[in-house]
């Protein structure tokens, strides 16, 4: 999918018609905001007697079942976090069982996703990548989480994420690129490849400068992380692994406080029991869950909902686990506009400038969100919460914006585009072209007065809002909001772009079951659940309050490292 159709249809939407879905509870429908807030404010009626969520209420054991397995370890969801633990399993003897809600005929893992937060795999080392100090890139993560995540867990992660991946792309066939923007010559590449992100670094770029640092070293996976994920599950399947596809785990089976397997509803509607001596759930977030929404983290239902329905998270507290104490922590990624989230001037609805513009596209949405509504009806109507305001000089500026999530930092003249299509054809890699611009701005005007006009906005504010910006500017430090004088670029040279802001889409929740660094879910005493193993974004500790942005690919490095570690201690009984 290229950058501009990913614009045009919306965050949620286009990474959910790639994802691949957990082995857990149906699918529920997508809605809009406004649907999801009405199916929240409903929930209340399904509660039980005694106030319990309806999501809470264990259901009834299958009354009957119509086939019976038995394994050592049992993977709910084949996603990247099952695939990991599932073909760590295999690697320790394990007969491995994976329910996977998906046909046969139609499994994928396939999604826009690519980006790896790994440090040190051999592939940045033969790339001469050298990350960060781990305590310098930790405890960023650590504050922009509240301090409420568990510095354990990224230490680990820190530790072993490089050889995870290494391990987990084994037999795989892909080849490398040396920089972000490096071409691929027609006919000479292979169809798999890995493009270091935001590599080379901007010349002279110094996160330890930034007030929401960026740190390099991540690569991303192309066309998208699925080729990563097939080669894990084939190591697991040539091991033996079974697969029961377009089936759905709805239950867990506890005996003597041991979880010992699972009930599945199969893809001809009739149960299977699933016997095991451990179980790992792996089955996503809860983002398309409304009641879990509303329950856990009510700020999120004005943003279409996710993939998942959070079924991992239920069947674990059915069994006795708990979720971890909040705020949950959505992503809510802003990829801007033709220009990104760079740091140019923003005007609201009213047209007024209300922040600091240097801020990633995940932390912009929080400022969003809180903006008027547009007075127009078209405005309202396409969600419009503010306008980013750049001029002619922009090709000159943007080489000095802050680098990492949502941010355009190269600009591409004319005669170099054919050196750079592949990069350019990319999603969001920081490359732009005049073209690019011309097509894409929402708005272009002579006079600031006639861009104003076509924004919708009152000229005579807009002009007073530019001139008090460009005052500031050209003083050289910005007494209203505090923005970096590197950064304070004045709006004066016609003609002059307008990118419309919406409030950004809604990727996941990140908010699971509790559990230790063995990946065992812990219960309301916080003892581990004798066999329950946990994984990927069905896991807790890992984000809590803000999804931080300062590592790309956090989501997916995490995801696989910890779904190797369940698998391993799974298959061992550790």
Not at 114 to 132: E, F, H, P, R, T
Not at 179 to 202: C, T, V, W
Not at 274 to 290: E, L
Not at 469 to 487: I, P, T, V, W
Request: hydrophobic share 40%; proline share 4%.
């Amino acid at each position: 999918m290229s950058r501009r159709a990913f614009f045009g249809w919306g965050a949620t939407a286009a990474l959910a018609a790639g994802t691949a879905m957990a082995g857990c509870a149906p699918q529920q429908s997508q809605g809009g905001g406004s649907q999801a807030q009405a199916q929240a404010a409903s929930s209340g009626a399904a509660a039980s007697a005694d106030g319990t969520p309806a999501f809470l209420v264990k259901p009834e054991v299958p009354a009957s079942v119509d086939d019976e397995k038995s394994c050592d370890v049992l993977i709910l969801g084949l996603g990247l976090a099952g695939t990991a633990a599932a073909k760590a399993a295999t690697d320790q003897g394990a007969k491995v069982i994976a329910i996977e809600k998906q046909p046969e005929d139609s499994y994928s893992v396939v999604s826009m996703a690519g980006d790896w937060g790994i440090v040190d795999s051999q592939v940045q080392k033969d790339l001469g990548i050298v990350w960060a100090p781990k305590d310098d890139i930790v405890n960023e993560i650590e504050k922009e989480c509240g301090w409420r995540a568990d510095a354990s867990f990224w230490s680990y992660w820190y530790d072993h994420s490089g050889e995870d991946f290494d391990w987990f792309i084994e037999g795989a066939d892909y080849e490398v690129l040396d920089s972000s923007a490096q071409n691929l010559e027609d006919g000479s590449h292979k169809q798999n490849y890995i493009r270091p992100k935001a590599f080379p670094p901007l010349e002279g770029y110094d996160y330890k400068k930034e007030y929401y640092p960026y740190f390099h070293g991540s690569i991303t996976t192309n066309p998208n992380m699925g080729w990563a994920c097939e080669a894990a599950r084939n190591a697991a399947l040539d091991a033996g692994m079974e697969v029961l596809y377009g089936s759905t785990a709805e239950q867990l089976i506890v005996e003597d406080g041991k979880v010992t397997g699972a009930y599945a509803k199969t893809a001809d509607g009739s149960y299977a029991k699933v016997n095991a001596k451990s179980v790992v759930i792996a089955c996503g977030d809860y983002g398309a869950n409304p009641d879990m929404r509303q329950y856990y983290a009510p700020e999120t239902v004005i943003f279409e909902g996710g993939v998942n329905t959070g079924d991992g998270q239920r069947m674990g507290i059915w069994a006795g686990g708990r979720m971890e104490r909040g705020p949950h922590a959505p992503t809510t990624h802003h990829m801007g506009g033709v220009l990104g989230v760079d740091s140019f001037l923003q005007l609201n609805t009213r047209g007024k400038r209300f922040m600091n513009e240097d801020i990633p596209g995940q932390n912009i949405t929080d400022v969003l969100v809180r903006q008027p509504v547009a007075l127009d009806a078209d405005g309202r109507e396409q969600g419009i919460k503010s306008w980013q305001i750049f001029d002619s000089a922009w090709p000159e500026q943007i080489g000095s914006m802050n680098d990492g999530h949502g941010f355009i930092n190269h600009y591409v003249a004319p005669e170099d585009v054919d050196a750079y299509a592949t990069v350019l054809s990319g999603f969001k890699l920081g490359y732009v072209t005049d073209q690019m611009v011309e097509e894409q701005a929402t708005c272009k005007a002579d006079t600031i007065e006639e861009l104003a006009e076509k924004m919708k906005l009152d000229p005579a504010v807009v002009k007073a809002e530019i001139d008090r910006y460009n005052e500031l500017c050209h003083q050289g430090h910005d007494d209203d909001f505090g923005k970096m004088a590197s950064r304070m670029f004045p709006v004066e040279n016609p003609p002059y772009f307008a990118c419309s802001f919406g409030v950004g889409g809604m990727l996941y929740i990140f908010g699971g079951l509790e559990c230790d660094l063995a990946m065992h879910v812990l219960d309301d005493e916080d003892n581990p659940i004798e066999g329950l193993y946990v994984a990927g974004n069905s896991m807790g500790r890992r984000f809590l309050v803000e999804k931080p942005v300062v590592v790309a690919g956090l989501s997916l490095a995490t995801a696989m490292s910890f779904g190797r570690l369940a698998g391993t201690n799974a298959a061992q009984g550790i």
